[in-house]
């Protein structure tokens, strides 16, 4: 089921919207849908906006300061892609390429992240819920049971150890 079209909200205006416009001001949104005219005359281009091609993107990227030495590449021994062919297509053509393109590859990823080696955020886990210390201990009680019962005293006082560790964080 589609949506009926919109009408321009402009200046007394009927002609078919083809801009949305949402402001928001002091938390507070207002939704206009103009015609071509009136989207204009407000600054507002009604173009959409290109597309972003990635190969077009890496084929930028590849241009700006290479030599003419630095175009001729040996193709990757495994799949024979050239590096203008990853930058065409914007995808290496097998594992083997990272290490035929190896220097150039992180050339450009300098480029696009700024560094050649990742200084993000590293994922840490959450703290155990109270629940699943609770599976935990069980499961450690499950453990020194069968320790017990097999007589692997050393492993039965190992076990007992951490199921203190876990009571103890549990308070």
């Known amino acids: 089921m589609s949506e009926p079209a919109k009408v321009c909200d402009g200046q007394g205006c009927d002609n078919p919207a ?3 416009l949402t402001q928001v001001v002091d938390n ?7 015609c071509k005219e009136c989207a204009r005359a407000k600054g507002i281009s009604a173009q959409p ?4 091609d990635v190969s077009d ?7 700006s300061g290479s030599s003419e030495s630095e175009s001729v590449t040996e193709p990757c021994s495994f799949c024979a892609m050239t590096f203008d062919d ?3 297509s914007g995808r290496l053509g097998c594992s083997h390429c990272y290490t035929s ?7 450009l990823l300098s480029r696009i992240h ?12 959450p703290d155990p819920s109270s629940a699943e210390l609770d599976r935990r201990i069980a499961g450690l009680r499950r453990s020194l ?3 017990i019962e097999a007589e692997d005293f050393e492993r039965a006082a190992v076990l007992r150890d951490l199921i203190r560790d876990h009571e103890a964080g549990q308070r």
């Open 145 to 147: 049971q069968h320790a």
């Open 86 to 88: 990853f930058r065409e």
């Open 57 to 63: 993107f890496l084929a930028q990227l590849g241009e």
């Open 18 to 20: 083809v801009v949305q």
């Open 101 to 107: 393109f190896e220097p150039r590859v992180r050339r």
């Open 49 to 52: 906006p290109s597309s972003l």
């Open 28 to 34: 507070k949104s207002t939704t206009q849908y103009l």
């Open 114 to 125: 700024g560094a050649g080696q990742h200084a993000g955020k590293v994922y840490l886990p």
